[in-house]
């Protein structure tokens, strides 16, 4: 069995193809040690899909983006939440904080497929992405998350994860461990080998979905499309703002050029205008040279 599993948590933070052969180590243990039940809990563990692994390998080296994620979803709950009171304002700059740490996630966890030799296909990041969105808004896939205990991706409507097991297997109650890393016969609590087996086998990865929300009203329902209806105005008129202003840096850019080119032709008007004024004023004082040469050439013919 792979160093360091005592739990079934344990296996989700393996390397994927470890996942198969570190869980029926553990299931063996189980049995020798006379806790059938949990034995064949253990042995029924679903190995994860590519992408839960990687985002279960992902919230284990990086809780606080996990962290960060969930305070964004947080952020968008209750941006909705007044949006259903008439105040949508919040609603936009919550969505995309929101999608800023969707991606960081995401890219994180492509990384992490990127270092175990399995390059994040389009499906793939697409399945990330919808389950990173889905665990920033639903606390309790958010939970198994943060846990790194993902089986499959998670959806709209449900998700698997390996949730907490009864009896020693819980996160919060791991089977003791004897001398060379077998597990203990006795139940840290004292109690006797497979207590609590019954209440075990309701907690196996896949067994539970997400609780069902209530429904909304069909006031809520309008409040909600009225509000994304704003965002996408909001939006639609940021980005026709942001055109206009393209458009008029760049006309305002053309002028300055063409009012620079302009001057540059006056200045040089100037410049000959002033040449030829002073080409003009040496003429005309040649002609006052000339017309008084000729004046004294005439005043010495013979009269």
């Not at 205990?149 to 109650?173: I, M, N, Q, R």
């Not at 942001?242 to 040089?268: F, G, S």
Request: charged share 30%; proline share 4%.
């Amino acid at each position: 069995m792979a160093a360091g599993v005592r739990a079934p948590e344990d296996l989700y933070g393996l390397p994927l193809e470890e996942f198969t052969p570190a869980r029926d180590a553990l299931a063996k243990e189980l049995k020798a040690a006379g806790r059938k039940d949990e034995a064949g809990e253990v042995k029924a563990l679903r190995k994860p899909s590519v992408a839960a692994w990687a985002l279960n390998r992902t919230a284990r080296d990086h809780p606080d983006a996990v962290a960060a994620l969930r305070s964004a979803g947080a952020g968008v709950r209750e941006a909705q939440e007044a949006a259903l009171s008439g105040d949508a304002g919040r609603l936009r700059e919550a969505s995309r904080a929101l999608s800023d740490e969707i991606d960081r996630v995401a890219g994180l966890a492509a990384g992490a497929l990127e270092s175990a030799g399995r390059p994040a296909s389009t499906a793939q990041q697409e399945k990330l992405a919808a389950t990173l969105r889905t665990a920033a808004v639903d606390d309790a896939a958010g939970e198994a998350l943060a846990r790194g205990v993902l089986v499959d991706e998670l959806g709209a409507t449900g998700f698997s994860l390996l949730g907490s097991l009864s009896g020693d297997l819980a996160a919060g109650a791991r089977p003791a461990a004897r001398p060379g890393g077998a597990v203990a016969d006795r139940h840290e609590d004292g109690a006797a080998p497979g207590a609590g087996d019954d209440r075990a086998a309701a907690a196996l990865p896949g067994a539970h979905r997400a609780a069902r929300k209530p429904r909304a009203t069909p006031e809520q329902v309008e409040a909600v499309e009225a509000a994304r209806r704003e965002l996408r105005r909001c939006d639609a008129e940021a980005e026709q703002a942001a055109t206009r202003a393209q458009r008029r840096a760049e006309r305002a850019e053309l002028a300055q050029k063409r009012a620079a080119e302009a001057q540059r032709e006056a200045e040089e008007a100037r410049a000959a205008a002033e040449e030829a004024a002073g080409e003009a004023e040496a003429a005309r004082r040649r002609a006052d040279h000339a017309a008084a040469a000729l004046t004294a050439a005439e005043s010495a013919l013979p009269a």
